[in-house]
T-cell receptor, first 112, second 112 residues
Framework: DQQVKQNSPSLSVQEGRISILNCDYTNSMFDYFLWYKKYPAEGPTFLISISSIKDKNEDGRFTVFLNKSAKHLSLHIVPSQPGDSAVYFC???????????FGSGTRLQVQP | DGGITQSPKYLFRKEGQNVTLSCEQNLNHDAMYWYRQDPGQGLRLIYYSQIVNDFQKGDIAEGYSVSREKKESFPLTVTSAQKNPTAFYLCACSGSSYNEQFFGPGTRLTVL
């Protein structure tokens, strides 16, 4: 049973436009959420995170929104650049358990 | 340079053989993790260790074993009992901000 779900396996956007990647979770004990970016044959790299006490966190072109009542979070990338093309993983953790639970990933393709 | 390394990058083994994947970090992080990634899936937790000489099973520990004799090292052994060992294996570590994990470059294991 997947506790973190990324229902869109792929997304294609034009350079300069907004990319919106979505993530849903079912475990109400999750209190910290992260986004990782992954290129083929490499390990994921941390992108941005958000605590459950917030509903928005921004870092440059990247913004993560959290809707706790809907158990939904999203990553916005504005403006999108070709170098953003990668697989994006949503991950979640709960207090007391150090390991992360990952979604299945969304492949983002930014067209020049 | 501080970081986390995995070796080798590609590994081939015959069915029925045990194989050990290396993971080393010099970030002085207490916690270390092993994940497995299969095509079209997210990262699934195999084992994790919060301190030296201690480790816990993750979601898919069957057929795997680990040791944590040193803070810097967390080797993973894929045993012959693992029914489908061909996958991309990722090692990670985390420090005081345990939610943020740093990943190694991964080892692609192919069992022939």
């Amino acid at each position: 049973d997947q506790q973190v779900k990324q229902n869109s396996p792929s997304l294609s956007v034009q350079e300069g436009r907004i990319s919106i990647l979505n993530c849903d979770y079912t475990n109400s004990m999750f209190d910290y959420f992260l986004w990782y970016k992954k290129y083929p044959a490499e390990g994921p790299t941390f992108l941005i995170s958000i605590s459950s006490i917030k509903d928005k966190n921004e870092d440059g072109r990247f913004t993560v929104f959290l809707n706790k009542s809907a158990k939904h979070l999203s990553l916005h990338i504005v403006p999108s650049q070709p170098g953003d093309s990668a697989v994006y993983f949503c991950a979640a953790s709960e207090t007391g358990r150090r390991a992360l639970t990952f979604g299945s990933g969304t492949r983002l393709q930014v067209q020049p | 340079d501080g970081g986390i390394t995995q070796s080798p990058k590609y590994l081939f083994r015959k069915e029925g053989q045990n194989v050990t994947l290396s993971c080393e970090q010099n970030l002085n992080h207490d916690a270390m993790y092993w994940y497995r990634q299969d095509p079209g899936q997210g990262l699934r937790l195999i084992y994790y260790s919060q301190i030296v000489n201690d480790f816990q099973k993750g979601d898919i520990a069957e057929g795997y074993s680990v040791s944590r004799e040193k803070k810097e090292s967390f080797p993973l052994t894929v045993t012959s009992a693992q029914k489908n060992p061909t996958a991309f294996y990722l090692c990670a570590c985390s420090g005081s901000s345990y939610n943020e994990q740093f990943f190694g470059p991964g080892t692609r294991l192919t069992v022939l």
